[in-house]
């Protein structure tokens, strides 16, 4: 079938195949650059054929711009049956997967980071906003047919499968993806699904977490409940691991993957509809139109890591996520892009640690210093209205004593006993006397409150001075130890890269490996929805296929992880080293770029040091200068207080 009719009649040549899918194989057009051609393998049933003609002649100028959007009929002879289609060649364009695979992306994007991802995904939504504008419902939103460009235009494919309306027939879409499908549709069959817009948002919201979070799928995570959670059974109970509610749902996310936290609150709230429970009713989740706006302000209130240029990040985060998530022992997920640019001008260690070692120690201790210890206080001496008391109270008391002494030793007649009595009830008279007892209730107040105020000052410096004298050691002891991990970075990295001439081999089979992607192989008990699952979990490509690795997902039993195992043993077998061959420019190209970020970020740690050291030193000094007048004050305070007490 090199030769085929258009609708009007027209040859249609056709040139080389581009590819082949289940349905139909396309072909390059020979007298037309800007065409291709898809063959149906099968005889095209009539309502197919009546389904075709209403998308040729619903195309549009809008519809064109965006997708493959049928242009003519094909026919075997003219005027015969129908074959196939003729649609605008997507030159330049990659499925959208191949963008937000981490592992595809290093590949096939490599200058790419997030704000680029960020603008396929605004993209994504303007291109379902256009469809939806025309009446028309793409229904099976999936990885595999939404195509983008290096500058991060989209655009549709396998355009004969969408849903249309005409003369007041619906031609249904009658496929699907699963981990793609709302949980209202999940398990139905789409034959007799009258698809709607709500129904496109749930593909749209997938599509663009899978942009936004590196491929990883909204409802894969770990399942805290009993048995297996695979991913269309998640989406059909509303699992959506990244959410608020996810514990109450007993998930978690994976690890090593970016928050909802991470991105602006208008985003995180469109996930939240997008996925939560009430989305299912029609008109619930977020539109496209809602989605271009949201992404469109996220795109404005972007920021560049200080750290490493490659690091595009929403600016409300107090840090860098992808740095997080790199020191957690996760990936670098734009390190292709990272700045390797080494130096940020002249750097001088010696002079700059000389600068830091003169930093003056602050010169107090993180405990409040005792003051007035010891100190003797000359006593207040008590209102001259009871100065008789301070007389009549010792001599009354220390008489009742001496006289009873005298009776129980025979000194004075047992009458003398009566005097033992009378100033006994003198003593007591003047203690209870209201006046005096008002006076020393005050003075033991006077001690209490001070006490309180003393403690409370005390406390200030532990928080205010001690913590900052903390600090300040604690910074001191962190430069020294990056001071030494930065005289090391020579010897570690010429350990490293002669490391590389041992490992020609090992990273041979790596990059071998690396060429064989989990999405597109066969494997045994491992289905679309586990190979998403996979995705999720930072495996790919089957140099990613460990015991250790596959064994953490969930899903994966001894069974099909012995099935994964087996397939990249298979692939293992093709490998050939080749000794001839040096270390690939490559991983010296990698291995040079990690350790001028390592470099770049020591250099930052250590310039800002002498500044931090300063500043740190100086708010102890202004926080002790407050506060230590006050408390030698409220320390002379207590001493006079208690001293006062003692008087009364």
């Known amino acids: ?54 998308m040729v002649q619903q195309g549009n100028p809008s519809l064109m711009q965006i997708s493959a959007w049928p242009m003519m009929t094909l026919h075997g002879t003219k005027g015969g049956r129908i074959v196939g289609i003729l649609m605008p060649k997507m030159g330049g ?129 770990k399942y805290l409940g009993p048995g297996d959670m695979p991913i269309e059974k998640a989406i059909r109970e509303f699992r959506f691991a990244f959410g608020s509610g996810a514990g109450s749902w007993q998930m978690t996310a994976p690890p090593h993957v970016l928050r909802l ?28 139109g809602e989605w271009v706006v949201a992404l469109d302000q996220l795109r404005h209130e972007l920021r560049a890591c200080s750290h490493v240029a490659g690091h595009k990040y929403y600016k409300a985060l107090n840090e860098c996520p992808w740095c997080a998530i790199r020191q957690a022992g996760g990936p670098d997920f734009f390190i292709s892009i990272a700045s390797a640019t080494g130096r940020d001008g002249r ?43 301070k007389w009549l109270r010792p001599m009354t008391g220390w008489g009742a004593m001496a006289s009873l002494a005298a009776c129980l030793f025979g000194l004075l007649p047992p009458a003398g006993f009566l005097l033992v009595i009378v100033l006994t009830l003198a003593w007591l008279g003047v203690q209870g006397n209201k006046a005096y007892q008002e006076e020393k209730a005050r003075r033991v107040a006077v001690v209490k409150s001070v006490e309180e105020a003393l403690n409370t000052t005390k406390s200030r410096w532990g928080r205010e001075v001690g913590e900052a004298v903390s600090r300040f050691q604690t910074m001191r002891s962190m430069l020294e130890e990056k001071r030494d991990e930065y005289l090391s970075l020579g010897p570690a990295y010429q350990r490293e890269r002669e490391g590389l001439s041992a490992k020609r081999e090992e990273n041979q089979r790596r990059k071998f490996l690396e060429q064989y992607l989990i999405q597109r192989a066969g494997i045994r008990q491992v289905g679309p929805g586990l190979k998403a699952t996979l995705a999720s979990y930072g495996i790919e490509t089957a140099a990613d296929v460990t015991y250790q690795a596959v064994a953490a997902v969930p899903g994966f039993g001894p069974a099909r992880t012995q099935e994964l195992l087996g397939w990249r043993a298979k692939l293992e077998q093709g490998f050939r080293f080749d000794a001839t061959k040096g270390v690939d420019s490559a991983d010296i190209a990698a291995l040079d770029q990690r350790y001028a970020l390592k470099r770049q970020e020591l250099e930052r740690i250590l310039r800002t040091g002498p500044e931090d050291m300063r500043k740190l030193g100086g708010l102890v000094n202004s926080r002790s200068s407050v506060l230590l007048p006050e408390l030698n004050r409220l320390s002379f305070d207590l001493a006079q207080a208690k001293a006062d007490a003692v008087a009364a």
């Not at 349905?23 to 054929?49: I, L, M, Q, R």
């Not at 210093?369 to 000359?378: D, E």
């Open 1 to 54: 079938m090199n030769r085929l009719f258009d609708s009007a009649g027209r040859d249609v040549r056709l040139g080389g195949r581009i590819g082949k899918g289940g349905e139909g194989t396309v072909f390059d057009v020979a007298d037309d650059p800007n065409c291709v051609a898809k063959v149906y393998h099968e005889v095209v049933p009539p309502s197919k054929t009546a389904k075709l003609v209403a």
């Open 93 to 221: 364009y990659r499925a959208i997967h191949q963008l937000y695979s981490p592992a595809q992306r290093k590949v096939t994007f490599p200058t790419a980071d997030w704000s680029f991802l960020l603008h396929a995904a605004r993209n994504v939504a303007q291109a379902i906003k256009t469809v939806h504008g025309q009446g028309v419902i793409v229904g099976d939103i999936n990885q595999g047919n939404i195509v983008v460009s290096s500058n991060a235009l989209v655009k549709f494919i396998d355009c004969d499968s969408f849903q249309i309306s005409s003369n007041g027939k619906t031609f249904l879409c009658e496929v699907g993806v699963g981990h793609f499908t709302p949980p209202e549709l999940q398990g139905r069959s789409f034959g007799n699904v009258v698809r709607t817009p709500n129904h496109d948002n749930f593909g749209l919201a997938a599509i663009c977490f899978h942009l936004l979070f590196m491929g990883r799928h909204p409802f894969v995570g």
């Open 261 to 288: 936290a991470g991105v602006s609150q208008a985003v995180a709230m469109l996930f939240e509809r997008a996925f939560g429970i009430d989305a299912a009713r029609d008109g619930s989740r977020p539109t496209a």
């Open 347 to 389: 750097f001088e260690l010696q002079a700059l640690w000389t600068a830091i070692s003169q930093v003056p120690v602050p010169g107090v201790s993180r405990e409040a210093p005792s003051l007035a210890a010891g100190a003797r206080m000359k006593a207040r001496p008590l209102p001259s209205q009871l100065q008789w008391v």
